[in-house]
């Protein structure tokens, strides 16, 4: 069973840039499709993006924010630029197995990275 920790969340002020890193232990990283997914207080939990077969994006971040993964290093990363304060959540990762499309399945989640973006 794969475990994951993200880290690298933080305060930063609108337009600024951040770089959250999502570690992954047991299991076979390389298997895993690799998302993330961001929940602000008061409202649901939202897509930010996919390491699957293909890298995709929610449309909200769509063109600021970059996934990518290093199976070496068994980590995904979520590059994080031009944040709005609207960006301001806790953004977990979540893994699950490899899939065709758009089909996301969620196994296991991180305990989260809180990140904030002041005005």
């Known amino acids: 069973q794969v475990q994951l920790v993200e880290s690298g969340g933080g305060l930063v002020q609108a337009g600024g840039s951040l770089r959250l890193s999502c570690a992954a232990s047991?299991?076979?990283?390389?298997?895993?499709?690799l998302h993330w997914l961001r929940q602000a207080p008061g409202k649901e939990r939202e897509f930010v993006g996919s390491?699957?077969?293909?890298?995709y994006y929610g449309d909200s971040v769509k063109g600021r924010f970059t996934i990518s993964r290093d199976n070496a290093r068994n980590t995904v990363y979520l590059q994080m630029n031009s944040l709005k304060p609207e960006d301001t959540a806790v953004y977990y990762c979540?893994?699950?197995?490899?899939?065709?499309?758009?089909?996301?399945?969620?196994?296991?989640w991180g305990q989260g990275t809180q990140v904030t973006v002041s005005s």
């Open positions: 979540a893994a699950g197995p490899l899939s065709s499309g758009r089909v996301r399945i969620y196994d296991t």
């Open positions: 047991g299991g076979t990283f390389s298997t895993y499709a």
């Open positions: 390491a699957n077969r293909e890298i």
